[in-house]
Protein backbone atom coordinates (compact mmCIF):
# COMPACT_ATOMS: atom_id res chain seq x y z
CA UNK A 1 0.00 0.00 0.00
CA UNK A 2 1.15 3.54 -0.57
CA UNK A 3 1.85 5.84 2.00
CA UNK A 4 -0.44 8.73 1.09
CA UNK A 5 1.92 11.25 2.41
CA UNK A 6 4.88 9.56 0.78
CA UNK A 7 5.72 11.32 -2.69
CA UNK A 8 7.78 8.72 -4.93
CA UNK A 9 8.93 11.81 -7.61
CA UNK A 10 12.77 12.53 -7.19
CA UNK A 11 13.80 14.74 -4.33
CA UNK A 12 14.88 17.69 -7.14
CA UNK A 13 10.89 17.36 -7.97
CA UNK A 14 9.75 17.79 -4.31
CA UNK A 15 12.32 20.56 -3.26
CA UNK A 16 13.07 22.16 -6.78
CA UNK A 17 17.03 23.02 -7.49
CA UNK A 18 17.31 26.46 -9.02
CA UNK A 19 20.07 27.54 -10.85
CA UNK A 20 22.64 29.59 -9.82
CA UNK A 21 24.10 32.92 -10.87
CA UNK A 22 28.35 33.10 -11.18
CA UNK A 23 30.74 34.75 -12.36
CA UNK A 24 33.28 32.86 -14.96
CA UNK A 25 37.50 33.65 -15.03
CA UNK A 26 36.49 37.24 -16.75
CA UNK A 27 33.79 38.29 -14.41
CA UNK A 28 31.42 37.42 -17.00
CA UNK A 29 27.71 36.11 -15.16
CA UNK A 30 27.02 32.61 -15.60
CA UNK A 31 24.11 30.60 -15.39
CA UNK A 32 24.23 27.02 -13.85
CA UNK A 33 22.24 24.26 -12.56
CA UNK A 34 23.69 22.43 -9.60
CA UNK A 35 25.42 19.34 -10.09
CA UNK A 36 25.92 16.54 -6.65
CA UNK A 37 28.75 18.59 -5.55
CA UNK A 38 26.27 22.19 -5.59
CA UNK A 39 23.81 19.64 -4.23
CA UNK A 40 25.88 18.47 -1.10
CA UNK A 41 26.80 22.17 -0.83
CA UNK A 42 23.32 23.45 -1.13
CA UNK A 43 22.43 20.95 1.61
CA UNK A 44 24.96 22.11 4.19
CA UNK A 45 23.28 25.41 3.83
CA UNK A 46 19.98 23.96 4.78
CA UNK A 47 21.24 22.49 7.83
CA UNK A 48 19.27 23.35 11.24
CA UNK A 49 22.51 25.38 12.77
CA UNK A 50 20.19 26.07 16.12
CA UNK A 51 21.86 22.77 18.34
CA UNK A 52 19.07 20.15 18.81
CA UNK A 53 17.83 19.61 22.64
CA UNK A 54 16.60 16.67 24.90
CA UNK A 55 14.21 17.64 28.07
CA UNK A 56 13.85 15.07 30.55
CA UNK A 57 13.11 14.60 34.15
CA UNK A 58 15.10 11.60 34.92
CA UNK A 59 13.91 10.89 38.37
CA UNK A 60 17.32 8.74 39.02
CA UNK A 61 19.76 9.29 36.56
CA UNK A 62 21.67 6.53 36.80
CA UNK A 63 19.03 4.35 35.99
CA UNK A 64 18.07 5.51 33.01
CA UNK A 65 21.80 5.84 31.41
CA UNK A 66 21.48 2.75 29.24
CA UNK A 67 17.69 4.64 27.54
CA UNK A 68 20.15 7.44 27.32
CA UNK A 69 22.68 6.07 25.69
CA UNK A 70 20.29 4.23 23.05
CA UNK A 71 18.24 7.78 22.57
CA UNK A 72 22.14 9.42 21.67
CA UNK A 73 22.60 6.45 19.55
CA UNK A 74 19.64 6.75 17.28
CA UNK A 75 19.30 10.34 16.96
CA UNK A 76 21.74 13.66 16.87
CA UNK A 77 21.22 15.65 19.97
CA UNK A 78 23.13 18.09 20.64
CA UNK A 79 22.08 19.28 23.94
CA UNK A 80 20.42 16.61 27.02
CA UNK A 81 19.10 18.91 29.69
CA UNK A 82 17.87 16.76 33.02
CA UNK A 83 16.03 17.70 35.76
CA UNK A 84 16.25 15.24 39.14
CA UNK A 85 19.23 13.51 38.39
CA UNK A 86 19.23 12.48 42.58
CA UNK A 87 23.18 12.31 41.50
CA UNK A 88 25.31 13.29 44.75
CA UNK A 89 29.27 14.23 45.06
CA UNK A 90 30.46 11.00 45.84
CA UNK A 91 29.20 9.90 42.20
CA UNK A 92 32.10 10.75 39.99
CA UNK A 93 31.39 12.12 36.39
CA UNK A 94 32.58 8.99 34.99
CA UNK A 95 29.88 6.96 36.66
CA UNK A 96 27.43 8.89 34.14
CA UNK A 97 29.61 9.31 31.24
CA UNK A 98 28.39 9.38 27.69
CA UNK A 99 30.59 8.72 24.78
CA UNK A 100 30.88 12.06 22.74
CA UNK A 101 29.23 14.26 25.32
CA UNK A 102 30.84 16.22 28.12
CA UNK A 103 28.22 16.52 31.33
CA UNK A 104 27.76 19.57 33.64
CA UNK A 105 26.06 19.03 36.83
CA UNK A 106 24.78 20.90 39.67
CA UNK A 107 23.68 18.33 42.35
CA UNK A 108 21.12 18.78 45.14
CA UNK A 109 23.39 20.29 48.74
CA UNK A 110 21.45 18.09 51.05
CA UNK A 111 18.18 15.62 51.17
CA UNK A 112 17.56 13.39 48.42
CA UNK A 113 16.29 13.53 44.55
CA UNK A 114 16.65 17.10 43.20
CA UNK A 115 19.43 17.96 41.19
CA UNK A 116 20.15 19.28 37.22
CA UNK A 117 22.56 18.06 35.09
CA UNK A 118 23.48 18.49 31.41
CA UNK A 119 25.47 16.88 28.35
CA UNK A 120 26.98 18.49 25.84
CA UNK A 121 28.79 17.93 22.75
CA UNK A 122 32.43 17.49 22.71
CA UNK A 123 32.91 20.08 20.04
CA UNK A 124 30.85 22.78 21.65
CA UNK A 125 32.47 24.88 23.87
CA UNK A 126 30.92 24.99 27.23
CA UNK A 127 31.04 26.51 30.57
CA UNK A 128 29.64 26.46 33.79
CA UNK A 129 28.58 30.43 34.58
CA UNK A 130 26.97 32.44 37.74
CA UNK A 131 25.68 35.32 37.00
CA UNK A 132 27.16 37.93 39.93
CA UNK A 133 22.97 39.31 40.55
CA UNK A 134 23.55 36.06 42.60
CA UNK A 135 19.57 34.61 44.10
CA UNK A 136 16.74 36.84 44.70
CA UNK A 137 18.81 37.67 48.18
CA UNK A 138 15.80 36.20 50.26
CA UNK A 139 17.51 33.41 51.70
CA UNK A 140 16.36 30.54 49.15
CA UNK A 141 19.08 28.48 47.10
CA UNK A 142 17.44 27.22 43.96
CA UNK A 143 18.25 24.39 42.01
CA UNK A 144 19.39 25.71 38.37
CA UNK A 145 22.28 25.30 35.71
CA UNK A 146 23.56 27.92 34.16
CA UNK A 147 25.66 27.51 30.68
CA UNK A 148 27.39 29.32 28.45
CA UNK A 149 27.41 27.40 24.72
CA UNK A 150 29.33 28.15 21.69
CA UNK A 151 28.54 25.84 19.44
CA UNK A 152 30.63 25.39 16.12
CA UNK A 153 27.94 27.50 14.23
CA UNK A 154 24.94 29.97 14.80
CA UNK A 155 22.43 31.87 13.37
CA UNK A 156 24.32 35.28 12.68
CA UNK A 157 22.41 37.18 14.89
CA UNK A 158 23.12 35.25 18.16
CA UNK A 159 26.62 35.30 18.99
CA UNK A 160 26.41 32.84 22.33
CA UNK A 161 23.57 30.47 24.20
CA UNK A 162 23.05 31.24 27.70
CA UNK A 163 21.56 27.93 28.81
CA UNK A 164 19.75 27.62 32.28
CA UNK A 165 18.38 24.57 33.65
CA UNK A 166 15.18 24.55 36.11
CA UNK A 167 14.12 22.50 38.57
CA UNK A 168 11.18 23.92 40.86
CA UNK A 169 9.94 20.94 43.02
CA UNK A 170 6.53 20.51 43.77
CA UNK A 171 6.61 21.10 47.44
CA UNK A 172 7.49 24.82 46.72
CA UNK A 173 5.49 27.56 48.06
CA UNK A 174 4.66 30.74 46.08
CA UNK A 175 6.84 32.74 48.22
CA UNK A 176 9.87 30.08 46.79
CA UNK A 177 8.25 30.13 43.32
CA UNK A 178 8.56 33.76 43.55
CA UNK A 179 11.69 34.11 44.40
CA UNK A 180 13.02 31.50 41.93
CA UNK A 181 11.23 33.87 38.93
CA UNK A 182 13.37 37.16 40.46
CA UNK A 183 16.41 34.65 40.26
CA UNK A 184 15.69 34.12 37.06
CA UNK A 185 15.29 37.24 35.67
CA UNK A 186 18.53 38.88 37.59
CA UNK A 187 20.45 36.26 36.19
CA UNK A 188 19.27 37.06 32.39
CA UNK A 189 19.44 40.50 33.16
CA UNK A 190 23.11 39.91 34.60
CA UNK A 191 24.23 37.97 30.97
CA UNK A 192 22.19 40.20 29.03
CA UNK A 193 24.65 43.36 30.11
CA UNK A 194 27.30 40.47 29.45
CA UNK A 195 27.08 39.30 26.03
CA UNK A 196 25.45 40.99 23.20
CA UNK A 197 23.06 39.18 20.98
CA UNK A 198 22.58 36.81 23.51
CA UNK A 199 20.16 33.54 23.02
CA UNK A 200 18.29 32.12 25.96
CA UNK A 201 17.27 29.15 26.61
CA UNK A 202 15.15 28.05 30.01
CA UNK A 203 14.20 24.71 30.06
CA UNK A 204 13.28 22.80 33.22
CA UNK A 205 10.53 21.27 35.49
CA UNK A 206 8.78 24.08 36.87
CA UNK A 207 5.98 21.62 38.27
Request: charged share 20%; net charge negative; with cysteine.
Amino acid sequence: MTDPGRSDRPAADVFPILPSIRQDDNDNPVTTTPGNADLAEVNVMRKVVMPSILMSNANRMMNKLDDLYAVTASYSIDLICITESWLTPDVPDSACFIPGYQVFRKDRKAGLGGGVMCYARECMRCCVAEPNSGSARDGFEHELLWLIIRPPTLPRPISVIVLVIVYCPPWYSAEMKRSLVRTITLGVDFFAGKFSSACFLILGDFN
